[in-house]
């Protein structure tokens, strides 16, 4: 946004967050919610809308909501209802959606993003729609025909709307990257962006200095971090330069176009009273007691930001390190597994967020579908600090291998002679043959010139393969060069 207009215009962001609870069966009937089944597999009378069918709250759901809005420090509201969101679409069976309207489950919470506390002005739980597939000659624009899915219709959702308090694309990324860090933690979702488990509109206005905010655009289901970034750059270019020519902002929904890069217009942006909400008859109201939000409060987990405060406190950790081992729950507890089977805390962190993450981004892969074990890891790093390989060996020989194949470390060191050689005689001698071979670069290294004694190491290195122990190498360098 480092254009001439971008000095003109402040930008607000608001965020609306659909996250899929993680129950088996949908929210009113006990369909599964299983990804990926043949179309209209997952369905019923009830999430299919025919007429005097009745919805069953999925208990189990209600438990999930209460957990996320405790652990986004929102009042809970023992008394809540839902509500019929009128609006026709295709992939909506009923021709209207069960939502909450005035009286949501979760009110007032916040969520810190590192330099502010971003506020959470309520969650309340829904429905979702299914999916329309557009297909023929051309996808999206200009199909033949489309086809209805109604295996996501019913699947049980939360929505997270946070207060305008965004101000940049960086802001807004980091607030959906904490937001699926909290849900993963509580498992009440399962973050994936791909499956549109969690998604997201973007609600944006500009204003100037002192003036009062613009009319905002919301673009709908934009389903990446990167995309976010993406849509609220173009649509602060668009607005912008819209208001540079004088013109208006037009208040409507718009869709994001990940090939583009571009937002486009849906449909003209609903106010609330154009969806006609009234109270769900089919449903009584939602009574909580307060010993339910309770108990599901004492099962709260430790949450990210919480766990980055102990990992530096009680690991040494520093706050970088402690930060990118806590952004995925399984990295996080695949690190503790491991320091609790002996292994150094800053050693086992090193390799997590080192090595091992770079395997992990090169193969497209997440730990849990790689060979790896907690014990493997611990053992390898037992075996560098005891001397028996080096940090080279461990890298470049051992680790793929157990990531790959999850063999045995010992095992692995002894058919491929990996041990390191920590003979001090023998390394002594290969050192002084090294010497013998580098008369004109001995004599420059003892006239000052100290940068030569890595040509040193790296030749005795070459010699034995990598197999010597650094720390005698040194140790032997410096007592043969004086």
Not at 218 to 246: P, T
């Amino acid at each position: 946004m480092a254009t001439q207009t971008a000095q003109k215009y402040n930008i607000v962001i608001g965020l609306e967050v659909h996250a899929q609870l993680k129950t088996k069966s949908k929210l009113f009937c006990s369909c599964s919610t299983e990804f990926g089944k043949e179309a209209n597999a997952n369905t019923c009378p009830v999430c299919m809308g025919y007429p005097g069918v009745l919805p069953v709250l999925n208990d189990q759901a209600v438990n999930y909501a209460i957990k996320a809005g405790l652990a986004l420090d929102c009042q809970i509201d023992l008394n809540s209802k839902f509500d019929r969101k009128q609006y026709f679409y295709p992939d909506l069976p009923k021709g209207y959606q069960i939502s909450q309207f005035d009286k949501p489950i979760c009110n007032h919470g916040k969520l810190n993003i590192g330099n502010k506390d971003v506020r959470i002005l309520r969650i309340h739980m829904e429905e979702d729609a299914g999916k329309l597939v557009h297909a023929g000659a051309e996808r999206l624009h200009g199909s033949d025909y489309s086809l209805v899915d109604l295996n996501r219709a019913s699947t049980p959702l939360i929505e997270i709307v946070s207060e305008p308090d965004m101000t940049n694309a960086e802001e807004a990324i980091a607030y959906v990257k904490e937001l699926r860090k909290v849900l993963l933690y509580t498992d009440v979702c399962d973050g994936n962006m791909q499956e549109g488990s969690l998604r997201c509109d973007v609600n944006i206005s500009l204003n100037k200095e002192g003036e009062p905010w613009g009319t905002r655009a919301e673009i709908k289901n934009v389903n990446s971090f990167r995309s976010i970034g993406r849509a609220i750059e173009y649509e602060y270019k668009r607005q912008s330069e819209l208001l540079d020519k004088g013109e208006k902002v037009v208040q409507e929904t718009r869709l994001f176009d990940e090939n583009t890069g571009k937002t486009h217009s849906m449909r003209g942006k609903e106010d609330a009273h154009d969806y006609r909400y009234f109270p769900e008859p089919d449903l009584l109201p939602l009574t909580l007691l307060q010993e339910r939000i309770e108990k599901m409060r004492a099962e709260l987990p430790e949450l990210p930001q919480q766990r980055k405060k102990r990992y530096i406190a009680e690991f040494n950790l520093n706050e970088d390190t402690a930060h990118n081992l806590t952004e995925e729950i399984a990295i996080s507890n695949f690190f503790e597994e491991t320091v609790a089977k002996g292994a150094s805390a800053v050693k086992a962190a090193n390799w997590l967020n080192g090595t091992i993450a770079a395997y992990l981004n090169e193969n497209k892969k997440s730990l849990t579908e790689t060979k790896l074990t907690t014990s493997l890891l611990a053992q390898m790093i037992s075996l560098i600090d005891k001397g028996t390989i080096s940090d080279n060996i461990a890298k470049n020989d051992i680790i793929g291998e157990l990531l790959e194949n999850g063999t045995d470390v010992e095992k692995l060191i002894a058919e491929k002679g990996l041990a390191q050689i920590t003979d001090t005689s023998a390394i002594e001698a290969m050192i002084q043959e090294v010497l013998d071979a580098n008369q004109k670069q001995v004599e420059e290294f003892r006239a000052g010139n100290e940068k030569l004694k890595g040509f040193f190491v790296g030749q005795v290195m070459k010699k034995t393969q990598g197999k010597a122990s650094p720390q005698i190498i040194n140790e032997t360098l410096a007592k043969l060069l004086g």
